[in-house]
């Protein structure tokens, strides 16, 4: 969690950098191919929706201020 | 076409590199630690390159890099660390082990580049467990 310090905020710019690139590169995936089938449209979009949550929850758990 | 071990304590980080490089063609196994890693080596044999994340539970990618190169055959190993930190710091350690290291989020294309410029080097013929 970051605690407002230099040092936390850091911390939360590091924790997002994974789901960050999880959710652009899955919906990259899903907008640039066109041979996938139904399931692994479903499970690509599923990363991106897990993905998503967790940096609503690394942002919501973070004390910026 | 290499054979590529994928290292990174994300799930979803992993199945996104694997994707991505089987999709370029490559041979991919994937490990969510260090310690399941040399474990997969241990099994399967010698990779031709490595993708680490750098701050993992337990060991680290940089402590992760040098016990494999430790293992016989696997001095000269080639490694891209794929990390979340940006700092000097971090990115200095990867490239003195030399090492490509590329930050998160990375892209696709660059992780691909990368791996077609270290496989100009000698790729060792593949073992049987790959």
Redesign the interface.
Same mark, same amino acid.
């Given at each position: 969690m970051s605690d407002g310090t230099p040092d936390g905020i850091a911390k939360l710019r590091h924790d997002l950098r994974t789901p960050l690139t999880v959710v652009i590169g899955f919906a990259e995936i899903l907008s640039g191919e066109r041979a996938l089938t139904d399931d692994e449209r479903r499970d690509y979009a599923q990363r991106v929706l897990s993905a998503g949550i967790e940096m609503r929850e690394l942002i919501d758990s973070a004390r910026l201020d | 076409m290499s054979r590529i071990l994928v290292v990174?304590d994300?799930h979803? +980080?992993r199945?996104?590199v694997a994707?991505?490089l089987q999709k370029a063609g490559h041979r991919v196994l994937t490990a969510a630690s260090a310690g399941e890693a040399l474990a997969i080596v241990d099994q399967r044999g010698a990779p031709d390159l490595v993708v680490l994340d750098v +701050?993992m539970p337990g060991m680290s990618g940089f402590e992760l890099l040098p016990a494999l190169r430790s293992i016989d055959g696997m001095q000269d190993l080639p490694a891209i660390f794929l990390s979340?930190?940006?700092?000097e710091h971090h990115i200095r350690t990867g490239r003195s082990m030399g090492a490509v290291y590329l930050?998160?989020?990375?892209s696709?294309n660059a992780l691909t580049k990368t791996i077609e410029k270290l496989e100009q080097r000698d790729v060792a013929a593949a073992p049987a467990g790959w």
């Amino acid at each position: 969690m970051s605690d407002g310090t230099p040092d936390g905020i850091a911390k939360l710019r590091h924790d997002l950098r994974t789901p960050l690139t999880v959710v652009i590169g899955f919906a990259e995936i899903l907008s640039g191919e066109r041979a996938l089938t139904d399931d692994e449209r479903r499970d690509y979009a599923q990363r991106v929706l897990s993905a998503g949550i967790e940096m609503r929850e690394l942002i919501d758990s973070a004390r910026l201020d | 076409m290499s054979r590529i071990l994928v290292v990174d304590d994300d799930h979803n +980080l992993r199945e996104l590199v694997a994707i991505r490089l089987q999709k370029a063609g490559h041979r991919v196994l994937t490990a969510a630690s260090a310690g399941e890693a040399l474990a997969i080596v241990d099994q399967r044999g010698a990779p031709d390159l490595v993708v680490l994340d750098v +701050l993992m539970p337990g060991m680290s990618g940089f402590e992760l890099l040098p016990a494999l190169r430790s293992i016989d055959g696997m001095q000269d190993l080639p490694a891209i660390f794929l990390s979340g930190r940006v700092e000097e710091h971090h990115i200095r350690t990867g490239r003195s082990m030399g090492a490509v290291y590329l930050t998160k989020p990375f892209s696709a294309n660059a992780l691909t580049k990368t791996i077609e410029k270290l496989e100009q080097r000698d790729v060792a013929a593949a073992p049987a467990g790959w």
